[in-house]
């Protein structure tokens, strides 16, 4: 019921707003709010496109110097454990 109350506001300001011009300047203006919106929410799904990738890079770059590290500090102590038991395996 709320989205019929909004919507029929919408409608009645519309239709003040343009009825003191003709059909064709309507349809006209009409048209170019209508390409105005589009190429508004193309660019701010452009920008969000953009963040979100970024975010990815950020983590992807985060998660392979963790990794990196994990696989450092393993190497580490397995040196650690080998050098206190000689006779250990080589892992």
């Known amino acids: 019921m709320k989205s019929f109350l909004i919507g029929l506001g919408v409608g009645v300001g519309l239709g003040l707003l343009f009825a003191p ?14 390409n105005d919106l589009a190429n508004s929410a193309r660019e701010t799904y452009e920008q969000n496109r953009d963040r979100v990738q970024r975010g990815v890079e950020t983590i ?32």
């Open 60 to 91: 992807r770059s985060t998660a392979e110097r963790a990794m990196g590290q994990a696989r450092s500090t393993a190497k580490d102590a397995a040196r650690a454990v080998q050098n206190k038991m000689p006779d250990a395996q080589a892992i």
């Open 21 to 34: 011009m003709s059909g064709e300047e309507t349809r006209t203006n009409l048209g170019d709010r209508a």
